[in-house]
């Protein structure tokens, strides 16, 4: 088994609970609320699904997994609004350019209905698909699937729990209001 297919993850503590982050030598992979014992059953199938072989690997040390850890603890902390850590998406072309999309168009503080998301993408017509794709982010906070709620305004469907994103959202409030 060559270097490259390993995957290695750290479980952390953030004000939200555990998260655990996945990543390969290219960048990081998942970053997934829970401990990793607990989301292995998911790993396994997110695995099989891409064709990765390499086994999960504990290696709280590794460059990118640190730099991730860091990165979101200054966010929790309210002193950072932007990743800048590399990340390495496995999904459709569509679901790429959807979390693509959320990352660079949806604000720190700032939500936007699975409308606005799939008229910015160009696709009005795709609402549904839309709402696929943000609800198999593998990236949790970094890529900012909390901030797309439904356009009444509701709080609808959120991989970490609702009570999750109804936090991140608050917590995002009031730091925008802090620095405006």
């Not at 699904?49 to 504990?58: P, S």
């Not at 209905?113 to 593998?138: E, F, W």
């Not at 439904?150 to 609702?162: D, F, I, M, R, T």
């Amino acid at each position: 088994m060559n270097h490259h297919s390993f995957l290695y993850y750290d479980t952390f503590q953030t004000p939200l609970g555990a998260m655990t982050v996945l990543a390969n030598d290219e960048g990081v992979c998942r970053i997934d609320f829970g401990h990793h014992e607990d989301r292995l059953p998911t790993y396994q199938s997110w695995k099989r699904k891409h064709f990765l072989k390499g086994e999960l690997v504990y290696d709280p040390d590794h460059s990118l997994i640190v730099q991730t850890e860091k990165e979101l603890q200054e966010y929790f902390q309210g002193i950072r609004t932007a990743f800048d850590v590399p990340l390495n998406c496995y999904g459709t072309d569509f679901q790429r350019k959807v979390w693509k999309t959320l990352l660079h168009q949806i604000p720190f503080g700032e939500t936007r209905s699975y409308k606005d998301v799939a008229l910015a993408l160009h696709s009005p017509q795709a609402i549904r698909a839309v709402g696929g794709a943000v609800n198999k982010n593998p990236f949790s906070v970094i890529v900012p699937c909390h901030r797309v709620i439904g356009s009444n305004g509701k709080l609808v469907g959120y991989a970490g729990g609702l009570d999750k994103k109804e936090k991140l959202l608050d917590f995002e409030k009031q730091h925008t209001a802090i620095q405006h």
